[in-house]
Structures are given as C-alpha cells and as structure tokens.
C-alpha cells in the first residue's frame, strides 16, 4: 500500500496531521515510538479541554476521535530509517523490519531534554525541577524560596533573570545556582544588586533530591555538605532532535538546532518532506505542536490533490 502521508511521531503535532488529512480523506500511518518528552510529567496543562489531565487521555481521546475516520492507521513501533526514492515517493522503516512508503513524509519525531551532569538532576527533573512554568509551576505556588539553575541557556544574565522573575511569581524569595561558576555569579549579581528578593549563590552542587514523594520541594546538597531546600527549581536545557531522520534525509536546520521549515506550511529543505511540532521550533508547547501539525496538512494536501489531478490528466509532476 501507498499512503497519501507518513507521519513519524504520535504526540499532538502528529495527531493533528492524521486528524487534518483524515477530514480530507487521505490515507496516513502514524509511528508512535510511544516515547515522550512530557513522560516525567504528572499532568498537562494550557490545553483547552485538557487542563490539569493526564496526557495519556489526552493521546487516547485524540485517537480515538481519528479512528472514526478509517482512512489513518495507527503503528505502535519506532521507525528507524527514512530516505527519498528516486520515484519521489517515501520509505521507512521500523525497528522490525517493516517498510512502509507514502507519497509525503512529516517528522514529528520531538525533541529530548540533555540533562545537566549533577547528581539526582535526572530523578528531579519534571518532578521538582520545571522547564516550563506555565505548566508547571502553578501547584508549587506560595513557595517561600525558588531557585534557578544558572546554567546552559540560564548562564546569560538576561535569560537567567528572565526565568527567575517568572519563577518569582510562585515565591517569595529567588535564589540563582551558579554551580561553581564565580564569573556567571559576577555578572548575575551586576544585574540584580538592587532587588533585595533575589540571592545568587556560587556553590558547587553535589547533589539535587527531592524532598518528599508527593510535593515539588528539591533538596540541593553543596560540596561542603551543607543543604538548603527550594519549593522548585527552574531549569533551562538544551535539547537534540530525536532520531536520525535529519542527516538520513539531508534536511537544513536553523542556527537554534531546530529543523528549518518555509512559512507558513513548514516543508522542509526536501521537497515532500514537512516538520511539525518540537523538533521545528524553539516555541515547544502542546498546542503550539497541535497547531503546526494542522498547518502541515493544509499544505499536504493541496500538494496531494494537485499531483493527483497531474496524474490523472497524465501530466508530470
């Protein structure tokens, strides 16, 4: 079989192709490797509908409504290799061996958090330490310290203070942890001297844990063994794009590590190859995801339906 669309990835931008083309009456396959990036997550928040719900029912509802439309398939395996045919036509393949092959291809394959090399920051991280505060931070609010980790994108004074005045919003007091690093505390504290709300202290971190199973609290162990306890901590990470899609299909990133896309309709450096949802923008939230894979069926879909009007009059496409 020929599906109309290949759709690598089943979190809300994929989910939102397939629903998209399904209306249309095209055919898809949606690989869901049924890893996820909000995994550690308790909770989804800022989806209308879905507030404060597991993202398990969120995934479910989403296909359960698509399988109504019986023209998408749902592949509950990890794809491994994609590559353009000379035909023009896509192929990839699972981590079982099965090939599959459609006329367009969308990476919505995600993006995965590079956790800093602290003791305890894996076990912590979407539990006590927060990426993102609007869909977090609200249950931690009344806290009477927070922290942020002052480093990877947060090692910039203005980021660093950008992150912690929001995470002031749920606290009393702000504390930025520079790990060590004098020379980052040194610029942090040119900029906040004067707000007797936040404190920078340069210590090294031997260790985060968090302080109780059932509440956000982290518990930050220092090199000299003494201790000191935030309602939350903050955390900006760089990320990496899941798979190895980008340099199998020769695709063109951004300066950011994202994957370059046209505007508005996301096709990517290949023709026939779209990118929807995290691993196109630095703007990583579900309905921003949802809406980019919205985006990308539109733009599937004139394509489809003009080559299939070329074929069927015998022109070339």
């Known amino acids: ?65 698509i399988a109504k439309y019986n023209t998408i398939d749902f592949k509950d395996v990890c794809i491994t290799t994609a590559r353009k045919l000379k035909s023009g036509l896509f192929e990839v393949k699972d981590d079982r061996g099965q090939v599959y092959t459609g006329r367009k291809l969308v990476l919505c394959i995600g993006v995965r958090d590079v956790m ?22 609200f249950e931690s609010r009344g806290a009477a310290s927070v922290g942020v980790i002052a480093m990877g994108p947060c090692t910039d ?17 702000l504390t930025l942890y520079t790990n060590g690093r004098d020379d980052i505390a040194q610029d942090i504290l040119a900029h906040v001297a004067s ?18 199973a059932d509440k956000s609290a982290v518990t930050v162990t220092f090199s000299d063994d003494t201790e000191r306890t935030e309602g939350f901590f903050v955390s900006s990470n760089t990320v990496e794009i899941n798979g190895c899609f980008v340099q199998q299909l020769g695709l063109e990133l951004c300066p950011s590590g994202e994957i370059r896309t046209r505007p508005p309709l996301l096709e990517t450096s290949v023709p026939g190859v779209f990118a929807a949802g995290d691993c196109a923008t630095t703007l990583r939230a579900i309905p921003q995801a949802a809406a980019h894979g919205a985006l990308v069926a539109v733009a599937i879909a004139h394509q489809l ?9 015998g022109e070339e496409i």
């Open 1 to 65: 079989m020929i599906y109309d669309c290949l759709i690598i990835g089943g979190g809300p931008a994929g989910l939102a192709v397939a629903l998209n083309l399904a209306r249309l009456l095209h055919t898809a396959a949606v690989f869901d490797s049924q890893v996820y990036r909000n995994d550690g997550a308790a909770l989804i928040h800022n989806v209308l509908g879905f507030d404060h719900l597991d993202a398990r029912a969120f995934r479910s509802k989403a296909k359960s409504d």
């Open 116 to 137: 800093f090399d602290i003791p305890g920051f894996d076990e912590c991280w979407a539990k006590g330490i927060y990426n993102c505060l609007f869909c977090h931070a």
């Open 157 to 173: 004074p203005a980021m660093a203070l950008h992150v912690g005045r929001m995470a002031l919003q749920f606290g009393k007091k």
């Open 195 to 212: 707000d007797k709300d936040i404190e920078v202290d340069l210590r090294q971190i031997s260790q985060l844990r968090m302080t109780s």
């Open 305 to 313: 339906q003009a080559e299939k009007r070329a074929r069927s009059n």
